[in-house]
């Protein structure tokens, strides 16, 4: 097969033509959305010479521009060039969205919070159909003539400043500045586009382990009740540290209850920034190691099953620790991604920070972003769902302080969102990849580093690629594990990365990273902990479960 061959999936794009000139769109915004989308765009500097039917991103807010647009009979998406400027973090402004069928169903009929802009411009004669009103002014507007679409938004593209990412621009608080464009291009390249995974969702609760029936203000019977009526699914984070000691009524709860409820791995003695700083290879090996040590130990003396993913504690990551946690067997870690940045200063510099499915990390190790659970949790969720991405909920057992509504009201916004799947952590990251076919070929983005999927028919041969080649620089080999061939006792194929490789219509494979599980943690010497953890971790847990029969905690 021809180099040109094999890469055809990356060159089919969309041209999009920028006038007046390709330098008045952000450099940061044009990387996130040539990644993000299968666009290319180019400079235009004479309208003249674009053809009925192209692509046109008019950026200079002309009102003359905006009726040649039309003569021209381009698609076109033309926004104002004022700048904005976010106003005082306590202020706020509504985004209500309508019932237009030219947005997606998740938006539709839908008002979010979004943070005060000030100086922003008004659409004074939107004409055409209204997409989006800010404080209660259109500011989204598509209009259909002679077979041609446009857009106009009278909100501003980004400039990003120093230290800024697209992620600033495009979260729950802050994304009228970049949402209109990427959905405007969504659409236009919809036909050529990848698929992404269905829409997946789950709660976790970081510390609770395993002693009682409760931890703190959880009750587990009543939570596992409640996620069966409100359909939805709930990951404990604990503590390997605390795994010693067992209650059998919540062992058996939770054993018996796989769909609702399921286990993560917590750090490891949950001390200050267990996995933020850098150590020498060793100590961070004999810490990751330890951890898998101690939740085997629950695993056989319960019977439960506890997923290989990490949930760092305070959400202290280092990229550092990634190819640690990927050698050992760790399918990914689950974390707020504006912690990830914090302790990885270096990942400003990537343009999609955040806005994937996963950031992947250092040898091909995923990391699956956390949106705090509160109330407020509404418009991260929108985002993140508009983005493909899985919505992860991350909190502690104070969120069940004034009962469980919290979680079923944010299980409610959710499911409103469409066909959610809720599940545990593990399935989210084995699913965790886009998907595109041509002919019989299959092609796929994976944003993990174990996959699971069932071979489409009319497919006979896949090909594993990244957004870009220094994506799977390191990790380019996969085990190719094919149902057929465990039940034959075959041994595993290797595939590599960019290259195709054959596959039977509806057969089940598994796609593993070669780094995966490259390391026994049972090889691993591991140091005693000091007695200071024992002492941290009784003090923690006698004032979390404390905090429950407090009067004023219980009040709240």
Known sequence: MSEDETVTAEKVVVDAYVHPSISWLDPGIKDLLESLIPVRFKDCRNLLERRPGEVVLSLSGDERVAVELWKRQVRHFHAMPHRVERGASGNGSNVVFTASRQLKPLLRNRTLRHAALSNAPVLQDPGGEVLAYFDRRPVWVETRKHGCVGQMVSIPLPDLRPGEQPLDYLNGSNF????????????????????????????????PNLRLPTYGFLNYRELIEQAQKHHFHVALATIPFDVSGTHSNTVNLIRHNPQCVSLLIHGNNHTRAELGWSRPRERSLAILSQSLSRIEWLEKTTALRVDRVMVPPHDALSDKIAPFLLGLGFEGAALAMTALRDWNPEMVNRPTFGLRMAEMMSDGFPVLGRIELSAACEGDAVISATLGAPIIFGGHHECAAGGLDLLSDCAATVNSLGDVQWCSIETILRSNYLSRQENCRLWIQPYSCRLELRVPEGVSSMMIIGPHRVDLEKADAFRLIRKSDVVAGRRTVLVHANTPFDVVPGEAVELISSNLGAIDYRHIKTARPSPWVLVRRLLCEARDRGRAFLPVARKA
């Open 176 to 207: 009228m500045q970049l949402l209109p464009l990427l959905q405007f291009l969504v659409k236009e390249t919809e036909e050529i586009g990848w698929r992404h995974a269905p829409l997946r969702a789950c709660f976790t609760l970081d510390d």
